[in-house]
């Protein structure tokens, strides 16, 4: 989502994608960085040190007793994305976002 579909969503308004929040405060962020940025693919469970760092910290979540931490999803304005563009609008999109 973060790199090959993100300007197509972006012009789409996030129209049909479930934890919009999460994307949208995820997006912002990446946004708001002055340095250029390079997502790439890492096949999981290949020993790639972060990867693998990543896969314990999830691990440590799920073993939680206590209730879940709540992200901070505030995007700050001049990252709001407020609808879709008109030009990438169709008319089963439009539906779907009524």
Request: no cysteine; charged share 20%; net charge positive.
């Amino acid at each position: 989502m973060l790199s090959k579909n993100l300007t197509k969503q972006e012009d789409q308004g996030y129209i049909g994608l479930v934890n919009t929040g999460i994307i949208k405060a995820t997006v912002a962020t990446l946004h708001a960085r002055k340095g250029r940025m390079v997502i790439k693919w890492i096949k999981g469970h290949s020993g790639h040190e972060r990867n693998e760092g990543a896969d314990w910290m999830a691990n440590l979540g799920a073993l939680k007793n206590h209730a879940p931490d709540e992200p901070d999803l505030i995007v700050p304005p001049p990252y709001w994305i407020t609808g879709a563009k008109l030009s990438k609008l169709t008319q089963s999109l439009a539906y779907k976002g009524i």
